[in-house]
């Protein structure tokens, strides 16, 4: 997959739902719209206009030469490819955390931004939303960081889905302390029960330690 797949655009923002393009209009923040077959930009807000000093127009007329210009390429492809894939694949509302690295032009370094991307296969578009990590006073140690944590969850997403909603919430309660006989009084099941789902868990996770298992947990507690 490379930026060449992008396209100029055929959709006009009035064929996306009034909903839709309304939040995208009238987000505080920096975000976007795009179809998700060939990634095309159907509607951008005046914040994310500004900052590049662009018209949506003129950004969908760029293609693949604005994301060259100021994406890097390599982060911007690796999220395209785990955003669609992932979206595609389950044929649902699925909502992704990345980073993005951007400049507001060739001469200034990269910029640092948390995103999180909404798919919606219904309409056959994701939306993305963008923060600086610099306003949360992030380096770029804590934004690797953060970045080693959303890789870890797009390479295991699979396994995480594959748990059912009773071992989801066993999980969570093992990510936050509990112990055995705390998650076996606090959903009335017994402690035999409960071992068989420990079980299950652990072997959908791959995990092969309790440290593994809690480290497996806690991530996708915190970043999913």
């Given at each position: 997959?490379?930026?060449?797949?992008?396209?100029?655009p055929r959709q006009q923002p009035g064929n996306l739902p009034c909903r839709v393009a309304d939040v995208v209009q009238n987000?505080?923040?920096?975000?976007?719209?795009?179809?998700?077959?060939?990634?095309?930009?159907?509607?951008?807000?005046?914040?994310?206009?500004?900052?590049?000093?662009?018209?949506?127009?003129?950004?969908?007329?760029?293609?693949?030469?604005?994301?060259?210009?100021?994406?890097?390429?390599?982060?911007?492809?690796?999220?395209?490819?785990?955003?669609?894939?992932?979206?595609?694949?389950?044929?649902?509302?699925?909502?992704?955390?990345?980073?993005?690295?951007?400049?507001?032009?060739?001469?200034?370094?990269?910029?640092?931004?948390?995103?999180?991307?909404?798919?919606?296969?219904?309409?056959?578009?994701?939306?993305?939303?963008?923060?600086?990590?610099?306003?949360?006073?992030?380096?770029?140690?804590?934004?690797?960081?953060?970045?080693?944590?959303?890789?870890?969850?797009h390479t295991n997403q699979n396994k995480f889905s594959s748990l059912t909603p009773r071992e989801k919430e066993i999980a969570?309660?093992?990510?936050?302390?509990?112990?055995?006989?705390?998650?076996?009084?606090?959903?009335?099941?017994?402690?035999?029960?409960?071992?068989?789902?420990?079980?299950?868990?652990?072997?959908?996770?791959?995990?092969?330690?309790?440290?593994?298992?809690?480290?497996?947990?806690?991530?996708?507690?915190?970043?999913?």
């Amino acid at each position: 997959m490379t930026e060449n797949h992008l396209k100029y655009p055929r959709q006009q923002p009035g064929n996306l739902p009034c909903r839709v393009a309304d939040v995208v209009q009238n987000i505080s923040g920096f975000m976007h719209c795009n179809t998700l077959d060939d990634f095309r930009l159907i509607c951008a807000n005046k914040n994310f206009e500004a900052y590049f000093g662009l018209t949506t127009q003129k950004i969908a007329e760029m293609g693949s030469l604005f994301i060259r210009r100021y994406y890097h390429r390599q982060t911007w492809i690796s999220s395209l490819r785990h955003i669609l894939t992932m979206g595609l694949d389950h044929r649902e509302q699925k909502v992704f955390g990345h980073i993005q690295k951007i400049r507001k032009s060739p001469a200034q370094p990269y910029r640092f931004f948390i995103c999180t991307t909404r798919v919606l296969p219904q309409w056959n578009c994701y939306v993305t939303d963008y923060v600086p990590g610099d306003l949360f006073g992030l380096k770029s140690e804590g934004i690797g960081a953060i970045n080693n944590c959303m890789d870890f969850i797009h390479t295991n997403q699979n396994k995480f889905s594959s748990l059912t909603p009773r071992e989801k919430e066993i999980a969570h309660l093992i990510g936050m302390g509990k112990t055995r006989s705390e998650i076996s009084n606090m959903l009335f099941i017994s402690k035999h029960t409960l071992d068989n789902h420990r079980k299950h868990i652990r072997q959908k996770t791959g995990a092969q330690t309790t440290a593994e298992l809690l480290h497996f947990i806690q991530i996708f507690d915190a970043f999913n």
